[in-house]
C-alpha cells in the first residue's frame, strides 16, 4: 500500500510512541534540545519534558506556514530533531513543501514530518523522499483516516539505520497481538477507508459552506485534515454551550494565533447538521 520495504518501516502504539523513542534516541537528557512550531501537536512538548528535553519555539506565520529565518535561528548545535505537523494540528493545514524541502536539506539533525492527517489531502506523503534524504523521519497512524484511535498503531518510515536503531530500544511487543490483528483486517479492506475518506472530505466542504454564512463566525481557516479551525464571536461561551449539549469541540483559544478560535471535527451529515443547529441556536 505505501509501496516501501519493510527495513524502511517502525510500528509503535500509535505515533506517540516514536515521538518518545525518537527523543530518547537522539537527545541526551538535560543537554539537548528540539525545535517545534506552534501552535502545533501538544505531545512534542509532553515527551520532551518527560525526557528533561528543552524545547525551542520556532513560532508558524499567523497564517499558519513556516517561517523559515525563524526556524533557521532557533537551533543550535545541540538541536537533534525539528518537528514539523503537516497538515498542521490545530489549524489542519498543509505546510509549505519547498519550505520543508529546505529546512531537510539545512537542518544539521533528524527532521520529523507528522503526517497524521494526510489521508484526507491530495499532497503526496513526504515517505516517497525517503531516498532522498536520510535525516527524514515520516509518522502516520491509523487513528484518523482510519477511525482506529483505540487500537493505537502508527508508522515511522525512516532510513534503514534509524529504523534498526528504533528496533533496539522499543519495549519488547509493544503492539499487542490483538491490535495487530484489528490492523491488519482494516488494512485489507482499503476500499472501504478510501469511501470513509471521500465522505469525509464532502461533509468538510458542507460545513464550511455553513458556518461561512453564520453571523457568529469570524473566519474558517482553510484546512487539509478532518477538521476545522473556526473563529468565533464569543467563542468561550460557545464552547461551554456546545459541551453542556453533548457536542465535543476543542478550545483552541489559548494557542499562538488561535485566539477565539474553536476546534472542531468534521461528522457525519447528521452530527455537521446538528453543530449548526446548536451554534445558530446559540446566538438567536
Same mark, same amino acid.
Given at each position: 500500500?505505501?509501496?516501501?520495504?519493510?527495513?524502511?518501516?517502525?510500528?509503535?502504539?500509535?505515533?506517540?510512541?516514536?515521538?518518545?523513542?525518537?527523543?530518547?534516541?537522539? @537527545?541526551?537528557?538535560?543537554?539537548?534540545?528540539?525545535?517545534?512550531?506552534?501552535?502545533?501537536?501538544?505531545?512534542?512538548?509532553?515527551?520532551?519534558?518527560?525526557?528533561?528535553?528543552?524545547?525551542?519555539?520556532?513560532?508558524?506565520?499567523?497564517?499558519?506556514?513556516?517561517?523559515?529565518?525563524?526556524?533557521?535561528?532557533?537551533?543550535?548545535?545541540?538541536?537533534?530533531?525539528?518537528?514539523? @505537523?503537516?497538515?498542521?494540528?490545530?489549524?489542519?493545514?498543509?505546510?509549505?513543501?519547498?519550505?520543508?524541502?529546505?529546512?531537510?536539506?539545512?537542518?544539521?539533525?533528524?527532521?520529523?514530518?507528522?503526517?497524521?492527517?494526510?489521508?484526507?489531502?491530495?499532497?503526496?506523503?513526504?515517505?516517497?523522499?525517503?531516498?532522498?534524504?536520510?535525516?527524514?523521519?515520516?509518522?502516520?497512524?491509523?487513528?484518523?483516516?482510519?477511525?482506529?484511535?483505540?487500537?493505537?498503531?502508527?508508522?515511522?518510515?525512516?532510513?534503514?539505520?534509524?529504523?534498526?536503531?528504533?528496533?533496539?530500544?522499543?519495549?519488547?511487543?509493544?503492539?499487542?497481538?490483538?491490535?495487530?490483528?484489528?490492523?491488519?483486517?482494516?488494512?485489507?479492506?482499503?476500499?472501504?477507508?478510501?469511501?470513509?475518506?471521500?465522505?469525509?472530505?464532502?461533509?468538510?466542504?458542507?460545513?464550511?459552506?455553513?458556518?461561512?454564512?453564520?453571523?457568529?463566525?469570524?473566519?474558517?481557516?482553510?484546512?487539509?485534515?478532518?477538521?476545522?479551525?473556526?473563529?468565533?464571536?464569543?467563542?468561550?461561551?460557545?464552547?461551554?454551550?456546545?459541551?453542556?449539549?453533548?457536542?465535543?469541540?476543542?478550545?483552541?483559544?489559548?494557542?499562538?494565533? @488561535?485566539?477565539? @478560535?474553536?476546534?472542531?471535527?468534521?461528522?457525519?451529515?447528521?452530527?455537521?447538521?446538528?453543530?449548526?443547529?446548536?451554534?445558530?441556536?446559540?446566538?438567536?
Amino acid at each position: 500500500m505505501k509501496d516501501i520495504s519493510v527495513d524502511h518501516l517502525f510500528f509503535g502504539n500509535g505515533s506517540d510512541e516514536p515521538i518518545d523513542l525518537l527523543m530518547r534516541l537522539f @537527545c541526551e537528557p538535560a543537554k539537548d534540545n528540539i525545535v517545534i512550531m506552534p501552535p502545533t501537536y501538544g505531545m512534542y512538548s509532553v515527551s520532551a519534558a518527560i525526557n528533561n528535553i528543552t524545547v525551542i519555539k520556532a513560532a508558524l506565520s499567523s497564517d499558519f506556514h513556516i517561517d523559515l529565518a525563524l526556524v533557521k535561528n532557533a537551533w543550535n548545535e545541540y538541536t537533534k530533531l525539528l518537528f514539523i @505537523c503537516s497538515p498542521n494540528n490545530p489549524s489542519g493545514n498543509l505546510l509549505n513543501e519547498e519550505a520543508i524541502e529546505e529546512l531537510l536539506r539545512e537542518f544539521p539533525g533528524v527532521v520529523v514530518v507528522d503526517e497524521a492527517y494526510i489521508d484526507f489531502t491530495d499532497q503526496p506523503s513526504w515517505s516517497k523522499r525517503l531516498k532522498d534524504f536520510d535525516n527524514l523521519v515520516v509518522l502516520q497512524t491509523l487513528s484518523k483516516a482510519w477511525g482506529m484511535a483505540a487500537v493505537r498503531v502508527g508508522v515511522a518510515m525512516a532510513s534503514p539505520f534509524i529504523i534498526s536503531m528504533l528496533e533496539k530500544i522499543k519495549p519488547p511487543y509493544n503492539i499487542s497481538l490483538p491490535n495487530q490483528r484489528l490492523a491488519l483486517e482494516a488494512l485489507q479492506n482499503d476500499g472501504q477507508q478510501a469511501e470513509y475518506v471521500q465522505t469525509l472530505i464532502e461533509q468538510r466542504s458542507f460545513l464550511i459552506s455553513q458556518l461561512n454564512s453564520l453571523e457568529l463566525v469570524l473566519k474558517v481557516f482553510q484546512t487539509d485534515a478532518n477538521f476545522l479551525l473556526v473563529k468565533f464571536k464569543d467563542a468561550k461561551g460557545l464552547y461551554k454551550y456546545l459541551t453542556s449539549n453533548g457536542v465535543i469541540v476543542r478550545d483552541r483559544s489559548t494557542q499562538l494565533h @488561535c485566539e477565539g @478560535c474553536l476546534r472542531l471535527t468534521v461528522g457525519t451529515h447528521e452530527e455537521n447538521l446538528q453543530l449548526i443547529y446548536l451554534i445558530t441556536k446559540y446566538h438567536s
